[in-house]
């Protein structure tokens, strides 16, 4: 099956740090990859690579190619802010802004012109409903999203990220800072999502890796060391790093 | 001596010096309400000086010092946001942004009286203003430009990467980001911030001193080519330079309450909007 997303030989340094190199892994579609390892590997740092989220920094050089549908996003003619809107993202700790809960998903909406201002409210709920969010906040649209508890702005900010229909989401940990009960429900979500969307998630729970992911890459000091099959990784490694990382010898 | 006695002293100490400082803010205020408050009235807010200034009010001081005071905010603030906009948004951390941030830094060290001769220099003969409104806007805006500047790039600091990002990942535009999520969080801190300066140079005296302000008129201004009388002018003249100054003590105490009020009065006005937008932001 051809990858939805692919990475060809990307390195990756801060000023004179190398943190990832040669990182070449495909993403097959309306999968979810889980990316694992212990902290300071790169696994972030390469997922961030997917939307081009490092062209903020002006430390980060990359080298390399990554395509998407077999279009080279870091080609110089691509357009930067476009990929972006094709691959969404969710963050490590929930961010809204600070407006009201419908104005944080009609942003991306409103910025990228892709509902008349009649349709806005529908995208809204039905991104609002594609999170489990609706039931919780109908009555509430015009509150502040900073009022919602942390695991429903987690949530929010999915919604946020599935109203202007991206192809890919990227999610850098989106449970580490929430309860079980939230974590439980982004979970769910994720794996209903991913009948529509291809979802590469980095996560430091090698228990939440093995319960969503199909495929599952381990990384080490800024190697992908290990990728395949979610089951076939966790029970017949073939890399010595990545059975001493599952079976909890580091990390 | 022990440890909790060397405590109990420090402690008390800070208490001192604190006490010491709200008392000297304290003073100042009551000794200005006492002396000035009996010359308070209608007339004196509402009348021009008569008698040679013996006698009648300061509208006219009052008036000018309004409309310096809007001329600089309409200078100043536009001209201040923008520069700390591209310096904290936008510039990249190289000699260029370094040393415009300490310019900046050195201007706001500059002594007042400097920026009236430069006003004059600049504004006045330069750019043939004349000694009017618009010379002293000028000049007074200068002198608050470092402190919006600054006061402003702190407030944008404040709104935290996070949302930034969270624009930027839903295909923002570094400027939509800027426009439709960073200045939205940092208006209360930039709007503080610019009123507490303009409440600064409402009190000026030395840069309008030579670029526009009047001893004694008895037109309000038309325009902002016209002279002007300011409150903190009217004071200095009324305080040192008139030729009854015991007469005149309790008017230029009246001048001076007025002129605090006024200072007051904005500072209040950057609390409110402070306060109101914090609580709208966080939610409630």
Known sequence: ?251 | MNTKTSQFIGINLLLLCSILVISFLGIILWDILIKGSPALSTEFISEYPQNGMTEGGIFPAIMGTVWVTLVTALFAIPLGIACAIYLSEYAEDNWVSRSIRASIRNLAGVPSIIYGLFGVAIFVQGMGMGTSILASGFTLGLLTLPYIITTTEEALKTVPQSHREGAFALGATHWETVRSVVLPSAIPGMMTGAILGLSRAAGETAPILFTGVAFYLRYLPAGVFDEFMALPYHLYILSTQHHAIEQVRPLAYGTALVLIGLVCILNIVAFVIRHRYRSLLKGH
């Open chain 1, 1 to 251: 099956m051809k990858p939805k997303l692919e990475t060809r030989d990307i390195n990756l340094s801060f000023g004179s740090k190398h943190v990832l190199k040669d990182i070449n892994i495909q993403i097959p579609e309306k999968r979810i990859v889980a990316l694992i390892g212990p902290s300071g590997c790169g696994k972030s740092t390469l997922l961030r690579c997917m939307n081009r989220m490092h062209d903020l920094n002006p430390d980060a050089h990359v080298k390399g190619d990554i395509f998407l549908d077999g279009e080279n996003i870091y080609s110089s003619d691509y357009d930067v802010v476009g990929v972006r809107r094709k691959i969404g993202m969710v963050f490590q700790r929930p961010n809204p802004f600070p407006k009201s809960i419908f104005n944080n998903i009609a942003y991306g909406l409103r910025i990228n012109k892709l509902a008349e201002k009649k349709e806005i409210p529908n995208v809204v709920e039905e991104s609002l409903k594609g999170s489990y969010l609706w039931d919780e906040v109908k009555d509430s649209l015009d509150s502040s999203a900073l009022s919602l508890s942390g695991g429903q702005q987690q949530r929010l900010c999915i919604a946020r990220a599935i109203a202007i229909r991206p192809e890919v989401i990227l999610m850098d940990e989106p449970t580490s800072a929430l309860d079980p009960i939230s974590t439980g429900k982004v979970e769910e979500l994720m794996v209903e999502l991913k009948k529509e969307f291809t979802i590469v998630i980095v996560t430091h729970s090698m228990q939440q890796a093995r319960r969503i992911s199909d495929h599952v890459g381990f990384m080490y000091l800024g190697d992908l060391a290990e990728y395949g099959p979610t089951e076939r990784v966790f029970t017949n490694p073939q890399n010595e790093l990545t059975e001493k990382y599952i079976s909890g010898s580091f990390g």
